[in-house]
């Protein structure tokens, strides 16, 4: 039986988004096939999101900022949009059986008094990872119950 395919959008794909498919593939790749994609991709990964993730033990290196119409017709069954602007952007995927909204702020403009760039992109990496981890447990307590 197939996995499930998810794909996570926000709207640059160049950093949540990222984030976000590192950590659920990590947590569960073994359930789901995860991807991420942007509704106007800027072209490249952030490399501050990239260390944030190195952090943790993933390696997104191998990563490419896509388009989210190229997955218009791959069978996506759930999406999960990060951001704002990429639920309002949010196509209808065909097929589609589930879709969430779960918005985090945009590291690289989430920077606080006395914290740096990276500690932004931490910070948000491991608001993400507490999410979409809780995400992951939740699905496998479901298909093993």
Not at 66 to 95: E, K, M, R, W
Request: aromatic letters at 8%.
């Amino acid at each position: 039986m197939p996995k499930p395919k998810v794909l996570i959008l926000c709207t640059g794909n160049s950093c949540r988004s990222h984030m976000a498919e590192g950590i659920l593939r990590a947590a569960a790749g073994d359930l789901f096939e995860v991807f991420s994609a942007g509704s106007k991709p800027k072209g490249a990964v952030h490399p501050l999101a990239l260390e944030a993730l190195k952090e943790i033990g993933i390696d997104a290196s191998h990563h490419s900022s896509d388009h989210l119409d190229i997955y218009l017709d791959q069978g996506i069954t759930t999406v999960i949009t990060v951001c704002g602007n990429a639920d309002q952007a949010c196509p209808t995927f065909p097929g589609m059986v589930n879709r969430y909204h779960w918005g985090f702020e945009d590291p690289p403009h989430a920077q606080r008094e006395d914290e740096s760039e990276l500690d932004a992109f931490r910070r948000i990496r491991d608001e993400i990872k507490l999410v979409f981890e809780a995400y992951a447990a939740g699905y496998r307590e479901a298909v093993n119950a």
